[in-house]
């Protein structure tokens, strides 16, 4: 509807059930570009866990 150009900047953000379990299979498709994270955000040991899974699958490649 608005073209190639415009398509290319829409990031996907998946807002799903993400859990430590499930983030890498979910951030290793190329079109998603993060996760939104409901009740796993809250714990600061398993966000750290979870960022770190985005980390090396989108920022190492």
Do not use: Q
């Amino acid at each position: 509807m608005y073209g190639e150009k415009s398509s290319d900047n829409v990031r996907i953000i998946y807002g799903g059930t993400v859990s430590l379990e499930n983030t890498n299979g979910i951030v290793e498709i190329e079109e998603i570009d993060g996760v939104l994270l409901g009740r796993f955000g809250s714990d600061p040991k398993r966000l750290a866990e979870i960022v770190e899974v985005v980390n090396k699958n989108k920022l190492d490649k």
